[in-house]
């Protein structure tokens, strides 16, 4: 039945049952022997008795022993169930984790020793097998020692329990293990501790039966069951009660222990029934309750009518009452509920039997309901006059429902379907025209779908190629939907049951137009931004949109299609033809609003800005993508030659000079030419050469070329143009060489020929003809012998060379070039032979020449002299033109006849000489027609001027034209200089330039008669000054010989000429000048405008009169500016006192006239000001009648009226001074803001409302104050305060409300007292919810101070904790709360990623700056391996504690104890602390500890005045600072800590070494009687002789930098009383890391660390500008840009981000020089990446529409710059525009 193998192998459960029934039969069978052996004598009837006399033992022996072993095996599968339990079993708890494991480690040891019965090979039936005996023991043996364990693990995990519920939940999960012996031994103890929590559970029921009980006596609410309404809630929440203790109970009772029948256990069941009598008395007084009350409130709700209407809304609702409503409910959950003892009351059951009726009634009244209010809700203001006359009718069916019908009304049902049909159709109406109107939306959405043209494929150009038809079939889809959109209007007509002609119908039509001209202005939009986008410049992925070919017309290179702008098919015009056809979309649909009068919509369209700009910036892309086509067309100028030169004309220079020449060359040679140069082989190689090198630098352009990614411009025909052209030019070299070896060949081929037969021919004696003819041919032969000697080489030469370009030479010039050598050598021989044959004939010839010669050169000789005497060389030559006729003619016979002899000398090889007279002659004949040209030129000339009138003397023309005469003189041949014609011609050119000068001076408009007379007396001629004066006259005066006196006289009269302009001016500008007049605001007097045109005019006038004076030309103008001095500096003088008086006088009038309060405290003082209110007012009435500047000051005794007003009121100001100390000992914080501010505030002290604008100036962040509204008509707000508002906008309500009246300063130390009490009971709650939900949740419940001090006082708590464990030997205390700070810093990272509130964002940033210094104090204390809360690395700490008795959060460092002074802070951020920071807190706590100030001292940027700040708040105390400098004196120092002792307030005096020795000395005294007052815990002390106050908190601390220049060594009995703080530059690194997590930075340390890199880098690298700024503040900056970055950019690298942030944030103030550097230092600190800037395309739109508003032009450069300086602004308090004049600096501000 039960086989050996399946004992182990299946499963335990169906084994178990197997082993019993085996066991079971086994001991039947036992039984039954025994029981037959026992009545076996009833066996014997009828037979003897034979009795069985064997034992029983000795027939069972092996049957016991084989039962005994199944009993074995029994135990073994009954503990192996018992044990399987523990593999589900999973313990919860602080220790749950830890016993969880324990008991899986449990589990599995034991399923492995198991194992081992599974693998038995023998068989355990066999009662003879051993190994079966010595596997159980050792099995009970370890089943023994698994209990120990598992007992010791149960009593922990009972221990561990937090609950009596999770107590029993572990002891069912165990089960029948707690049976075993060995664990029901150990956990015996426990049992009694479960009577003992039960009872306390009773109690804790019987508490909130308590409590549920006094709720309901006291407010009538109780805790109901979710959902459920009062009476049936109750009853739930009875039951539940009853359900909980009850459910503890039964399990109590299933334990079957001891403990339960204890004498305790009885005890505690008694409290059990107790409870239950109590739940039920109460739930049966709750329903008896109901019961009496339900029918009557039943009948009073059904009497209400069916609806109401909200009569500010015309909303109407269901007027269900919900009293009614509670009463079904609770019959229905009554009724669910069954009980015997519950009967529900007759009128509520009589309702509730009409419950269907009314779900029915409130279903369709429901129905009816959000049909009205849907269209009431819903319907626009240009719909509802279409459908208010249907509403009206609809309104007044419905007041039937809201007047007579209710509940009860038998026509209820009628009435309902009525008016829910009418509704119904209403509503369907409103719904279906809304519904139209959202389909022809749809119809307008589908315009913008897509642009009206596209690519031709995704990534090829525009398709323009059909553009016809594509234009086409968009116009006819837009006109089909304007058709549609027509019938929908038609329809709609009908729906809303309007007439075509009303004005409503007219307006909604405006309505529906607007919505089409709207859908125009996107579908227009598309195709412009599709433009746009395919145009956009630094897209990745943007690819050529159009295209243009740049072809070669010479002599131009032209665009296909023209990019000329103005071109009528150009590339400029394709684009605004595009853009037009768009726009040509608004035109194709009829206005839907006729009655307008426009008959499309184009016209608007094209009127609409935001299309206008895309518009403008898509032509100014095209723009400038022309431009770059140009500029790239322009770099092909450089070939330009190629097409433009003459080839022939370049190749004739090149033959004569080897190279073009140049304007300066041809210049510097004159007159003789350029002389020549032939060009040598290896120059025409040259030639060919780089022609050929630029062939191929031609071929290797590219064809294409991309601008702006998007504009691609092929250059192919042009290129092959240029090639063919270069090829050209490469050619013309090439074929004249082979023209020149062609012909030099042909043409000595043709000389050879010519001149053998020339030397043949015989001369005979006498015969000169055919002598001359041989000596002819000789000397061509002769001439010709040197040049083809050398030829044939050359010619060898460029043959090899053009054959080395592959040029051959035909076969005919080879065979010349071997031949023609040796003819040519003939031809010299045969010369030579010829030449002695004719020798004799030529001697006679030379000597007949040399004799010609000899006689021509005595006669040259005798011609020059005659020459030199008969010239016109001299200035009064006559006849000079017939002369040089004479002269010319002589001079041309003699050289005809030189010209005869030199040709003669020439052919018989005789010298001729130079006849050098004869060419000087020559020479000299142009020279003096040169001359006497310009001298007839010029006299004419000078005559012709002589004759102009004076008032006609163009001067200027005359130099003009002299300086011409001039130039040309000086450019004559420098032989004439000695000549006497050029001479004169010099000078006369000379006076009349200087005469002309001074002429130029006498015309002059300053000369008068007397000018002119003076004139006369120095040049001692006479002469009349009238109409016909001409230059003549002029000249006769020898202006030439006078010209300094000229100058000297015009001088005089220019001085003159500007003083009358100058005192006209005066008279013309003070004749008008007048006072501006205001009005006093409360008295209307009229008071003297300030005028700075007025104080301008007045400054500039004197300071014009005083020059006059001092002029050496005064004497004639001297009274007149006597006299105007005098007026101006009178004027002066009473300007300047009268607005002092009146400044006063305002001041002072508000306070003395205006306020009650002053005039009460200050009598005599008023009645003075009051004479002095009078007399002012008469002297404005007064000065209202003389407006004119000049006659009002100058009104005798003015002055010493205006003095006497000066004093008296004086007096005045000096009694109101001593009045306000009065106040400011009442109230000392005013000590701290401006007389001004406080005479406005006890102006205003019962107005609180204008008082609270200078809340910010008296409290560290409370800016304004929250007042209860006022039911009051005419009143907004009563003077009860309910809260307070800091400045970042966070509201913090009042603990208690404050009621600002009476006098000003009582109500505001009473609101100073409010949010001190507020904040110190806001921290107390704090502390005590802290761990009531999790911190990151806890923080927003709270104001930022309140959360950051709670948090605080929590750390410091925990800290304390977690030592307290360390020293109880759990060593990892501080390591496990170190992992807990970094858990929940990065917690709040993460919050500051997401999506957070300005206010909230500042919170977070402010605790985590804060955590992040307090993980790394508790991981200093980690790594110092610190052993409790006494060391110093601790004890240094700023800790935070909550003392419970005194109710006070205290500040302790190192042994000094501060308590928190609850100063309201708001959201302030806070700084990072680094180990400089906590130095200075140390060493300034410890000088206020030991009653002395602080002094930090350090260069500025070290922290000095923001560490002694931030002390200030971390204490909560108010910190105020001051800004010292050379003016301050010891009362106004005096004054300053006179309000901060009687404040208990701290100061910080920056730069304090400023201030004078002299004034320090006294500082000093008055700090130490302070100190001393503390030191001795005054109450009140003497303070510069009077007596005050003192709050000990006082702190004064002083700031310096020492070794600046114009600071003060502090006196040494001063240096005694500070404690000295030496500061340095901080930790920039450890701020950075800090600043970025606080800004939501995960990878802090590394970009902290790249950040410093390249801050210090560029410090080092960049040059040194005035404007670059490296340090704290612009780390801190660019550290709010990252963090503002991130959040708006989550998905991007914190890398990417932070180079973006360092990148774009610096950019704008980078000079370009130091841009390249830059750059280059962000690609090594950040490499591979580029990170496009952050772009705000609407906010450019703005910027761009701005400037085109300002008429500039919105060019991209520009519009960063101000993107750049918009953002700038938004991290800094002030931005410097950096840049050369005419760069944008003022325009861009503008914009």
């Not at 607005?1139 to 005039?1159: A, K, P």
């Not at 006294?1562 to 106050?1589: M, P, T, Y």
Request: proline fraction near 3%.
């Amino acid at each position: 039945y039960q086989r050996r193998v399946r004992v182990f192998k299946g499963e335990s459960d169906e084994a178990l049952v197997k082993i019993k029934h085996v066991l079971k039969v086994l001991e039947q069978f036992k039984d039954d022997f025994e029981d037959k052996r026992n009545t076996l004598k009833s066996y014997f009837k009828e037979t003897e008795f034979v009795p069985w006399e064997f034992a029983s033992s000795l027939v069972f022996p092996r049957y016991n022993c084989f039962l005994a072993r199944v009993r074995q095996l029994e135990e073994l599968v009954e503990t192996t169930i018992e044990f399987n339990r523990l593999e589900k079993i999973e313990i919860g708890g602080v220790k749950g984790k830890a016993l969880s494991k324990q008991i899986e480690n449990l589990y599995l040891e034991f399923t492995e020793f198991v194992t081992i019965f599974q693998n038995i090979t023998y068989n355990c039936l066999d009662i003879k097998e051993g190994a079966f005996k010595k596997d159980f023991d050792k099995f009970k043996e370890k089943i023994e020692y698994l209990d120990l364990r598992l007992a010791s693990i149960i009593n922990q995990a009972f221990d561990d329990c937090g609950s009596l519920e999770a107590i029993l939940k572990m002891l069912d999960a165990f089960g029948s293990l707690l049976d075993r012996p060995i664990i029901r031994k150990d956990s015996e103890p426990k049992y009694p501790l479960l009577i003992q929590m039960y009872g306390a559970e009773l109690d804790g029921t019987k508490k909130m039966f308590d409590q549920q009980n006094m709720m309901l006596k006291e407010s009538s609410s109780v805790v109901l069951h979710v959902n459920m309404p009062f009476v049936a809630g109750v009853l739930q929440w009875c039951q539940g009660m009853r359900e909980r203790i009850s459910l503890i109970r039964n399990k109590l009772v299933q334990l079957n222990h001891g403990a339960i029948e204890s004498a305790e256990a009885l005890i505690v069941f008694q409290k059990y029934d107790q409870m239950m009598e109590l739940l039920l008395s109460f739930e049966m007084s709750i329903y008896n309750d109901w019961t009496s009350s339900v029918g009557e409130v039943s009948e009073l709700n059904l009497d209400l009518p069916l609806l109401t209407r909200n009569d500010e809304n015309k909303l109407i609702s269901v007027n269900f009452d919900p009293q009614l409503v509670s009463v079904l409910r609770e019959v229905r959950y009554l009724e669910s509920v069954k009980r015997d003892d519950i009967e529900i009351p007759g009128s509520a059951a009589n309702i509730y039997a009409k419950n269907d009726l009314f779900r029915q009634y409130l279903a369709n009244l429901d129905l009816i309901v959000n049909r009205y209010n849907k269209v009431r809700e819903t319907i626009l203001d240009v719909e509802f006059p279409l459908i208010e006359g249907q509403l009206s009718h609809l309104d007044v069916q419905l007041d039937r429902a809201i007047t007579s019908l209710n509940w009860k009304s038998e026509s209820v049902w009628t009435y309902i379907e009525e008016t829910r049909q009418t509704t119904g159709d209403l509503e369907r109406r409103v719904s279906s025209a809304k519904d139209n109107v959202d389909s022809m939306n749809s119809i307008m959405a589908k315009w913008c779908d897509y642009p009206l043209y596209e690519r031709k494929e995704k990534r090829g150009l525009l398709n323009l190629d059909d553009r016809a038809t594509t234009l086409k079939a968009r116009y006819d889809l837009i006109r089909a939907d304007g058709d549609k959109i027509q019938e929908i209007v038609a329809t709609n007509l009908g729906l809303f049951k309007a007439t075509e002609d009303s004005d409503h119908w007219r307006n909604y039509l405006d309505y529906v137009d607007d919505m089409i001209l709207d859908g125009f202005f996107n579908a227009v939009q598309c195709s412009l931004a599709y433009l746009l986008e395919n145009t956009e410049t630094g897209v990745s992925d943007i690819l050529p949109l159009m295209e243009a070919r740049l072809e070669l017309a010479i002599p131009e290179m032209v665009f296909v299609p023209s990019l000329e702008f103005g071109s009528e098919d150009g590339f400029m015009e394709l684009i605004e033809g595009i853009v037009d056809d768009a726009y040509k979309l608004s035109s194709l649909i009829p206005r839907i609003a006729k009655h307008n009068g426009m008959d499309h919509y184009q016209i608007e369209l094209d009127d609409m800005l935001d299309l206008s700009e895309m518009r403008h910036d898509l032509m100014d892309r095209v723009s400038a993508v022309i431009n770059k086509a140009i500029e790239q067309r322009n770099q092909f100028e450089n070939y330009s030659y190629l097409w433009t030169e003459n080839r022939a004309e370049f190749l004739r220079q090149f033959l004569l000079y080897n190279h073009v020449l140049t304007q300066e060359e041809i210049e510097n040679a004159g007159d003789d030419g350029v002389p020549e140069c032939p060009p040598t082989l290896e120059q025409f190689k040259e030639q060919m050469d780089t022609y050929e090198t630029l062939y191929e630098e031609v071929a290797a352009l590219p064809d294409v070329y991309v601008f702006d990614q998007w504009f691609r411009l092929s250059i192919r025909p042009f290129k092959q143009n240029l090639l063919n052209v270069v090829r050209k030019w490469s050619l013309m070299f090439k074929t004249h060489l082979i023209d020149h070896v062609t012909n030099s060949l042909k043409s000595l081929q043709d000389f050879i020929k010519k001149t053998t037969a020339g030397l043949a021919a015989e001369v005979a004696d006498g015969d000169y003809e055919g002598l001359v003819d041989i000596m002819g041919n000789l000397l061509s032969v002769r001439d010709r012998t040197v040049a083809t000697d050398e030829m044939f080489e050359p010619l060898k030469q460029t043959i090899d060379l053009l054959k080395s370009y592959d040029h051959e030479m035909s076969e005919e010039v080879h065979q010349q070039l071997q031949e023609l050598p040796e003819q040519w050598n003939n031809v010299k021989k045969q010369g030579v032979m010829v030449k002695q044959q004719v020798a004799p004939l030529q001697a006679n010839e030379v000597a007949i020449i040399r004799r010609k010669c000899t006689a021509f050169d005595v006669k040259q000789h005798e011609f020059r002299e005659m020459f030199r005497k008969q010239a016109p060389f001299k200035y009064d030559s006559d006849g000079v033109y017939g002369n040089l006729d004479d002269m010319h003619i002589k001079i041309n016979e003699m050289e005809e006849e030189m010209g005869s002899l030199a040709d003669s000398a020439s052919l018989f090889e005789v010298n001729v000489p130079e006849f050098k007279q004869l060419k000087q002659c020559r020479k000299e004949v142009k020279l003096l027609k040169t001359c006497w040209d310009m001298t007839e030129l010029v006299k004419s000339c000078f005559d012709d001027w002589k004759t102009t009138l004076w008032i006609k003397i163009d001067v200027e023309s005359m130099e003009v034209e002299c300086k011409k005469f001039v130039k040309e003189i000086r450019g004559m041949d420098k032989e004439m200089r000695a000549w006497d014609v050029y001479s004169g011609l010099e000078s006369d050119v000379k006076n009349m330039v200087t005469s002309l000068r001074a002429v130029t001076e006498l015309q002059n408009p300053a000369i008068r008669e007397r000018h002119w007379l003076q004139l006369m007396q120095t040049t001692k001629v006479r002469f009349t000054m009238d109409d016909k004066t001409t230059l003549n006259d002029l000249l006769a005066l020898n202006l030439h010989n006078f010209e300094e006196e000229v100058r000297n006289i015009v001088d005089k009269a220019t001085k003159e000429l500007n003083m009358e302009k100058v005192l006209k001016e005066l008279d013309a500008t003070w004749s008008v000048m007048e006072f501006e007049h205001d009005e006093h605001l409360r008295t209307k007097t009229p008071l003297l405008k300030s005028s700075e045109e007025l104080i301008e005019t007045l400054e500039d006038n004197q300071v014009q009169l005083q020059n006059l004076m001092t002029s050496k030309y005064i004497a004639y103008f001297l009274e007149e500016v006597s006299s105007w001095q005098t007026k101006l500096s009178t004027a002066d003088s009473v300007i300047s006192i009268w607005f002092e008086v009146q400044r006063t006088w305002s001041h002072l009038e508000s306070i003395f006239i205006g306020s009650e309060d002053i005039r009460k405290q200050l009598p005599e003082d008023s009645k003075r000001f009051d004479g002095i209110d009078s007399d002012f007012k008469e002297l404005m009435e007064a000065a209202v009648k003389t407006p004119n500047v000049i006659e009002a000051t100058c009104k005798p005794g003015l002055f010493a009226q205006l003095e006497d007003q000066q004093d008296r009121l004086a007096l005045c100001e000096k009694a109101l001074a001593e009045y306000l100390e009065t106040k400011r000992l009442a109230f000392p914080r005013f000590y701290f803001v401006s007389s001004a501010d406080l005479l406005d505030i006890l102006s205003k002290g019962n107005q609180p409302l204008l008082v609270a604008r200078h809340l910010s100036k008296l409290f560290d962040n409370l800016h304004r104050l929250e007042f209860e509204k006022s039911d009051q008509e005419g009143e907004e707000f009563t003077k009860k305060a309910l809260g307070m508002y800091s400045g970042e906008g966070e509201y913090v309500e009042f603990k208690e409300e404050v009621w600002c009246t009476g006098p000003v300063e009582t109500w505001l130390n009473k609101i100073m007292n409010e949010s001190q009490r507020t904040i110190n009971t806001l921290i107390a709650d704090g502390v005590i919810t802290y761990e009531e939900k999790a911190r990151e949740h806890w923080l927003f419940d709270y104001p930022a101070q309140v959360a950051l001090g709670g948090n605080q006082i929590w750390w410091t708590t925990e800290v304390k904790i977690a030592f307290g464990r360390l020293e109880e030997g759990y060593e990892n205390a501080l390591k496990d709360y170190n992992k807990k700070q970094i858990a929940q810093l990065i917690t709040l990272v993460n919050l500051l990623i997401g999506e957070l509130t300005k206010g909230d964002r500042q919170k977070i940033c402010t605790v985590c700056t804060i955590d992040v210094h307090n993980r790394d104090v508790v991981a200093k204390l980690i790594a110092m391996k610190a052993e409790n809360a006494q060391e110093f690395a601790w004890l240094s700490q700023i800790k935070h504690r909550w003392d419970d008795k005194k109710g006070v959060c205290f500040v302790d460092i190192c042994d000094a104890v501060f308590a928190y002074s609850n100063e309201y802070l708001g959201n302030t951020p806070r700084l990072v602390i680094t180990p400089l920071t906590d130095r200075c807190y140390i060493t300034l706590t410890q000088s206020l500890h030991l009653t002395m100030s602080g002094a930090p001292a350090g260069p500025a940027g070290t922290g000095k005045t923001e560490t002694t700040k931030d002390l200030g708040r971390a204490l909560g105390i108010m910190v105020y600072v001051f800004n010292c400098s050379e003016q301050m004196d010891y009362k106004s120092v005096g004054n300053i800590y006179k309000g901060l002792s009687q404040a208990g307030a701290w100061g910080c005096f920056d730069e304090f070494n400023r201030i004078s020795i002299e004034v320090l000395s006294v500082v000093a005294v008055q700090v130490k009687s302070i100190q001393d007052a503390i030191r001795d815990r005054l109450n009140r002390f003497i303070f510069q002789g009077e007596e005050i106050s003192l709050i000990p908190t006082v702190g004064i601390f002083i700031t310096m930098n020492p070794g600046y220049a114009g600071r003060t060594e502090l006196p040494e009995n001063l240096k005694a009383l500070f404690r000295p703080c030496a500061m340095v530059v901080p930790d920039f690194g450890m701020i950075c890391e800090i600043m970025l997590m606080s800004e939501g930075f995960i990878d802090a340390r590394v970009l902290a660390r790249k950040f410093i890199t390249l801050y210090t880098l560029c410090r080092e690298l960049l040059s040194k500008q005035d404007h670059y700024d490296w340090g704290l503040r612009a780390i801190k900056s660019v550290l709010v840009v990252a963090g503002a970055l991130k959040r708006g950019d989550r998905g991007r690298p914190e890398d990417q981000v932070l180079m973006r942030a360092l990148r774009d944030f610096n950019i704008p103030k980078i000079i370009t020089d130091d841009m390249p550097v830059f750059m280059g230092l962000i690609g090594d600190l950040f490499p591979a990446l580029d990170v496009p800037r952050k772009r705000d395309l609407e906010n450019e739109a703005a910027i761009k529409r701005a400037a085109l508003d300002l008429k500039l032009q919105p060019e991209d450069q520009f519009i960063l710059k101000v993107v750049q300086f918009e953002e700038l602004l938004a991290v800094r308090h002030s931005v410097f525009v950096i840049g050369n004049a005419g760069t944008g600096k003022t325009q861009l501000c503008k914009v």
